[in-house]
């Protein structure tokens, strides 16, 4: 299940509502926001989504993992909205049979999501810029788009 | 001459000042959206890095749009 959220995401909520008597596996990633990018220090953030085309997108997403690496149960949460440092801005847990399956299918999500799902962050810096951040994949082709002043 | 309204998202809407528009626009495909907004979006880069959809669909820069249409440009996206 694919979802967005502008509340705090609840880890340990989410987390148990993956319970499945036959998972022997449970894998979580929690991407947090940080502190610092590209040399500049961050002071808060904030995600803008297009929401019909994200959920569609990542229950698609959701659904080759599990074909790739069979499990249980699985569930994604993207905060929008405004987030302070040290929040979690995304959440994927999975419940499998087996270890590999739950770590390989996070992975996989996550991979996927970043670089998938129409989701944009803006960064505002301690030093009163803000700037919109590329996608993992452009920046490792070496794209900028430059700060805003 | 087609009407086309366009959806602006995140920096491209920071710079058009408007969420969206409608255009009378020469267009055959997504393509030929992007360039002849270009002036609104801001983007310098190719259209290749951004994405596109149709009608709240995913499309690719090759899908043909008629009148009518609702062509939404995705700067390049940064979820997670």
Redesign the interface.
Known sequence: MMELTDAAIETASLQASLANPAAGGYCAFE?WVRNENEGHEVERLE????E??CIR?GEKVIAEARAKFPFLEARCV?RVGRLELGEC??WIGVAAKHRDEAFRACRYI?DE??????????EHYVNGDSG?????R?ASHG?K?GIEK | MKNVTVCYFAMFREHAGVAEETLSLDVDTTADVFEQTRDRHGSAEPNGHCKVAVNDRLADWNTPVSDGDTVLLFPPVAGG
């Open positions: 991407g995600y803008e989504a297009y019909p085309l997108e993207h801005a995304v996550i999501i970043k670089v998938r799902l129409p989701i944009w962050k803006k919109w951040v590329n996608c993992e452009c794209m788009h």
